[in-house]
């Protein structure tokens, strides 16, 4: 049997093959048309199938735990790392430059420009309004360094740079 192409671009099969589905079979394309009934039966179905414990045997165990145990590094021995044997994320340097900068200064930070891990502790550069003006391409802004120690504790706060929105350079 060859397949005819239609103008829709669906071959005669795909039809066939819809028309000798049950009902209950059908599918649509782009959206479900699933009754409330139906749908709120899969739920329940997914929902008794995700409180089972999944069984695993003691080898996949032993693997697991081997993962999930941190593994020891150089770091530890010169200070870097916070209590549990690592030093926060970057990510979580930035938010608490952010928060205990805002905090400190009463300014909150506009952006951040960059951040660094140098030797023990995190520099974080952050963007600050210092005075607003109209219109707010006339804002004063400055970029001051943050310096937070490895669990993430502000340790120092230096301006860097000071400059009109839009004239960093000048």
Same mark, same amino acid.
């Given at each position: 049997m060859s397949e005819e192409p239609r103008a829709d671009?669906? *071959?005669?099969?795909? +039809?066939? =093959? /819809?028309?000798?589905?049950?009902?209950? $079979?059908?599918? #649509?394309?782009? &959206?479900?048309?699933?009754?409330?009934? *139906?749908?709120?039966? +899969?739920? =329940? /179905?997914?929902?008794?199938?995700?409180? $089972?414990?999944? #069984?695993?045997? &003691?080898?996949?165990k032993s693997a697991s735990s081997a993962r999930e145990r941190p593994k020891a590094s150089s770091r530890s021995e010169s200070g870097s790392q916070d209590a549990t044997g690592k030093r926060i994320s970057a990510v979580r340097a930035v938010k608490k430059a952010i928060e205990q900068f805002g905090t400190l200064t009463g300014r909150p930070p506009e952006s951040v420009v960059g951040t660094r891990w140098k030797d023990d502790h995190w520099s974080v550069r952050l963007e600050v309004v210092e005075s607003r003006r109209i219109p707010d391409s006339a804002d004063l802004l400055a970029e001051y360094e943050v310096e937070l120690d490895a669990d993430g504790e502000l340790m120092a706060y230096d301006r860097k740079d000071r400059y009109v929105r839009g004239r960093p350079s000048e």
């Open positions: 671009g669906k *071959s005669a099969t795909d +039809a066939s =093959e /819809k028309r000798d589905r049950k009902p209950s $079979e059908n599918v #649509t394309e782009g &959206s479900s048309r699933r009754s409330s009934a *139906s749908t709120s039966a +899969a739920r =329940e /179905k997914s929902a008794s199938s995700s409180h $089972e414990k999944p #069984t695993s045997s &003691s080898h996949e």
